[in-house]
């Protein structure tokens, strides 16, 4: 029976092993609010994340460089939209690790491997 067990979890271990996938969610200046390019790109996340139940989920923000006529508080509020919304849609809340990199353009220089205005999800990595 012992073996059984760790034979079972070893395979599902190995399912999670080298996979994961990243989705990225473009957001529109001053909105925190979810396009349906958003929506579709969060449900397809969302339904990648509970094929895979025992891939660890992870919802990074990123933003532009810091802009007096940008609120402070609106990355933090897209990474809320995404991470709410994934556990509408069935995520288990348990499930989510909420990062928050932000500034993605430090001290003016583009970093083009960083999205701006984004939140990023990662499954399984």
Not at 53 to 61: E, I, K, T, Y
Not at 92 to 113: A, D, S
């Amino acid at each position: 029976m012992r073996r059984v067990a760790v034979v079972l979890l070893a395979a599902s271990l190995a399912g999670c092993a080298g996979g994961g996938k990243t989705f990225i969610i473009r957001f529109q200046p001053f909105s925190a609010s979810l396009d349906t390019a958003g929506k579709s790109t969060l449900h397809a996340a969302a339904d990648y994340a509970k094929a895979n139940p025992l891939a660890p989920v992870s919802v990074d923000g990123f933003h532009s460089r810091p802009d007096p006529t940008e609120f402070d508080t609106l990355p933090q509020e897209r990474v809320n939209v995404v991470t709410n919304a994934l556990v509408d849609v069935g995520v288990e809340r348990w499930r989510i690790e909420v990062l928050g990199t932000g500034v993605v353009y430090p001290q003016g220089v583009p970093m083009p491997t960083l999205p701006e205005r984004s939140v990023v999800i990662r499954t399984g990595l």
